[in-house]
């Protein structure tokens, strides 16, 4: 029952490890701190049992509420067995956490996964870091061969520098009115 346990964390740490659009944040989301009731959950099977049978009384009464209401007597039962099994779980978490070597290993699981949860956020920042270099440096690349295809003949340059300040190239007067015709005539 342990074995399953541990797999069962080990295909919830599979899912919020895969490839998914978002952040850190959202990913922290998916694999989050373990609470101390979810640490005794993972080691023993009785409070494991405990869990499961108050989720399923959870759901149904929750699912009787919506169909019946809250006053029908089914739903009344059913809030009834909810709580019972709330009592009973809560019953055996109270006797584990009494006992030394059982409080160590939810500790130690707690702590465990609090060091996970870090070291993937590291990973993920670094990961983040490295590809904001790359984009950083694949634009560079783009800005430099855009210059080289959009780079223009020198000439050209200093031709429109000069039609732009009307600097006598050829000999003209500077001053004189391009569009002026009567000077012409």
């Given at each position: 029952?342990?074995?399953?346990?541990?797999?069962?964390?080990?295909?919830?740490?599979?899912?919020?490890?895969?490839?998914?659009?978002?952040?850190?944040?959202?990913?922290?989301?998916?694999?989050?701190?373990?609470?101390?009731?979810?640490?005794?959950?993972?080691?023993?099977?009785?409070?494991?049992?405990?869990?499961?049978?108050?989720?399923?009384?959870?759901?149904?009464?929750?699912?009787?509420?919506?169909?019946?209401?809250?006053?029908?007597?089914?739903?009344?039962?059913?809030?009834?067995?909810?709580?019972?099994?709330?009592?009973?779980?809560?019953?055996?978490?109270?006797?584990?956490?009494?006992?030394?070597?059982?409080?160590?290993?939810?500790?130690?699981?707690?702590?465990?996964?609090?060091?996970d949860i870090k070291e993937m956020e590291l990973r993920i920042l670094e990961r983040?870091?490295?590809?904001?270099?790359?984009?950083?440096?694949?634009?560079?690349?783009?800005?430099?061969?855009?210059?080289?295809?959009?780079?223009?003949?020198?000439?050209?340059?200093?031709?429109?520098?000069?039609?732009?300040?009307?600097?006598?190239?050829?000999?003209?007067?500077?001053?004189?009115?391009?569009?002026?015709?009567?000077?012409?005539?």
């Amino acid at each position: 029952m342990i074995n399953q346990s541990l797999n069962s964390v080990m295909n919830e740490m599979a899912h919020a490890s895969a490839p998914a659009g978002g952040g850190v944040f959202e990913r922290r989301k998916r694999l989050r701190s373990l609470s101390e009731l979810e640490a005794f959950i993972l080691l023993d099977d009785t409070l494991e049992a405990l869990h499961k049978q108050y989720m399923d009384a959870k759901a149904q009464r929750k699912e009787l509420v919506a169909l019946c209401g809250r006053d029908d007597a089914m739903t009344v039962v059913a809030i009834d067995m909810e709580d019972s099994c709330w009592c009973a779980m809560q019953t055996r978490y109270i006797e584990l956490r009494a006992v030394g070597k059982m409080m160590a290993k939810a500790q130690t699981m707690m702590r465990r996964r609090e060091y996970d949860i870090k070291e993937m956020e590291l990973r993920i920042l670094e990961r983040d870091k490295e590809k904001q270099a790359r984009d950083f440096m694949n634009y560079l690349k783009i800005i430099e061969v855009l210059k080289e295809k959009n780079k223009t003949p020198r000439i050209f340059e200093w031709l429109a520098l000069f039609l732009f300040l009307r600097i006598d190239v050829f000999g003209q007067n500077p001053n004189k009115n391009l569009y002026d015709f009567r000077a012409a005539a």
